[in-house]
């Protein structure tokens, strides 16, 4: 199973719509996915999910990739902790079609990985095989009343503290 989304379990090929196919049908130019994620990310090396490679190569492989401008919204999904998409949702890069860029402080920044608990994932279609996936929103943060390393992340910050 082409594994760079880290999506390919032991059962089959999890979409982000918790649909789950076959492992041969994850990269083979077909839909099989109700949401199409089984096409997603199919240009890139598929032996080593992109959450386990290092910073640098995951920004060589973004800025290397043709699905760097995609504009066609398939669809936005929201991923919470534990789920499957969850490695892949905390690391994607930030949405500037839609709700990740505006203004101040944390204008284009993505999530606070240590403090996020759901990501709205927005999925890109282009034409071609290609295709990209990326930050939208920060949904949910951990709770910002308790003591610790993300006490005050709220998502006005993007559960940055």
Not at 2 to 9: A, K, R, V, Y
Not at 98 to 116: D, E, F, N, R, W
Request: with cysteine.
């Amino acid at each position: 199973c082409h594994n760079s989304t880290g999506t390919c379990l032991k059962d089959g090929f999890h979409c982000a719509n918790k649909q789950v196919v076959p492992f041969e049908a994850r990269c083979n130019g077909v839909d099989d996915c109700l949401d199409g994620t089984d096409e997603y990310q199919c240009e890139m090396d598929g032996s080593m999910p992109l959450h386990e490679r290092s910073e640098e190569e995951r920004h060589a492989m973004e800025q290397g990739s043709s699905c760097g401008f995609c504009a066609c919204l398939a669809s936005v999904i929201s991923i919470v902790e534990n789920d499957p998409w969850w490695a892949a949702a905390k690391l994607a890069p930030t949405d500037t079609v839609g709700l990740m860029t505006g203004t101040g402080a944390y204008a284009g920044q993505p999530c606070a990985v240590k403090c996020i608990r759901r990501i709205s994932l927005a999925f890109y279609r282009k034409s071609g095989p290609c295709a990209a996936i990326r930050q939208r929103e920060c949904l949910e943060c951990m709770d910002p009343n308790v003591i610790g390393a993300c006490s005050g992340a709220t998502v006005s910050t993007r559960c940055y503290n």
